[in-house]
């Protein structure tokens, strides 16, 4: 894998985690990652 995707999606994780109150609200899906990563940091991984 990229390091730079790798770098970028646990940019996209922390973001995630520092923002939720529960454990349980921690949701990180495959559009979550794609939006935020192509937003970004202008990297697509649409297959």
């Known amino acids: 894998m990229d390091k730079n995707i790798l770098y970028e ?5 922390i973001e995630k985690i520092e923002s939720a109150k ?6 990180l899906t495959y559009k ?3 939006n935020n990563l ?3 940091a202008g990297i697509s991984i649409e297959p």
């Open 38 to 40: 192509y937003r970004n």
């Open 9 to 13: 999606t646990a940019k996209i994780l």
């Open 32 to 34: 979550d990652v794609s």
């Open 22 to 27: 529960e454990m349980e609200e921690i949701w």
